[in-house]
């Protein structure tokens, strides 16, 4: 985590003691501290530190984190209630004396409502097609994005293009096998193998002289922005990324 900001002013609403963010993921978390047991005051404090936050700097995703001595049963109760519609974290911190030591040892005691280990991938409710990404991106980014299919379909011939709301992915016999989703724009394609961080595949890419996005750590995922000439200029490059993404979601 990097520290942002400590005892940032808020408007006509305080201090936030700690604003931390995440160097990897677009993910800001406001941290407030409080000595002994926790209360209502402290609750909202932290809320409203976290709802301005988010709304100041919209770009990012805001966690409202609770740090207490003491988080009792009662105020638990409270806070679980909001997690799922506020992303909330709640930890239990204490000294102990270790010598002529202080050590300070966390508990979480509440984490982060997950609603699903690919909640990206369940957009059944709203199923589009081809003539909707048409208009959305353009006919030239969906004909790169086929271009892409046919690298794919280079060791799994049964792969199909999938038209979701928000990303466009990959099914195998009807089946959804997201190795890699794509994001057409009007001029450009996001494509966004799923990955797991490495120096390796970070420094293919930079050699490579690639657009790389902010890698996305919740979903796993390299974000490669691609031009009109990249699918076709890094083909080899492009085709063993996919393979390695196919074969990590297959192990």
């Known amino acids: 985590m990097i520290v942002k900001d400590k005892e940032r002013i808020q408007p006509r609403s305080g201090r936030l003691d700690l604003l931390l963010q995440d160097p990897d993921y677009a993910r800001r978390y406001e941290v407030e501290i409080q000595l002994g047991k926790t209360d209502e005051s402290h609750i909202i404090r932290t809320i409203e530190y976290w709802d301005i936050e988010r709304k100041r700097y919209p770009s990012y995703e805001h966690v409202a984190v609770i740090v207490a001595e003491d988080i ?3 105020y638990l109760n409270v806070i679980s209630l909001f997690n799922g519609a ?21 508990t979480k005691v509440l984490d982060l409502l997950q609603l699903g280990v690919e909640a990206e991938e369940d957009e059944e409710a709203e199923p589009t097609d081809r003539s909707y990404w048409e208009q959305r991106a353009s006919k030239a980014t969906l004909a790169m994005t086929d271009t892409m299919l046919e690298i794919s379909r280079q060791f799994d011939p049964s792969l199909n293009l999938k038209y979701n709301k928000f990303y466009i992915g990959l099914v195998r016999n009807g089946q959804p096998n997201n190795f890699v989703v794509f994001r057409p724009k009007k001029d450009w394609v996001r494509c966004e193998p799923r990955l797991d961080r490495s120096d390796e595949v970070s420094q293919l890419l930079d050699s490579a002289g690639l657009n790389l996005m902010d890698y996305d750590s919740r979903w796993r995922r390299y974000r490669i922005r691609l031009g009109k000439d990249d699918v076709h200029k890094h083909k080899e490059l492009l085709t063993n ?11």
């Open 72 to 74: 009792t049963s009662r």
């Open 86 to 106: 506020i992303p909330l974290i709640a930890l239990q911190m204490q000294a102990v004396k270790l010598g002529d030591q202080i050590g300070l040892v966390f």
């Open 241 to 251: 990324l996919f393979r390695r993404a196919y074969e990590e979601e297959r192990a």
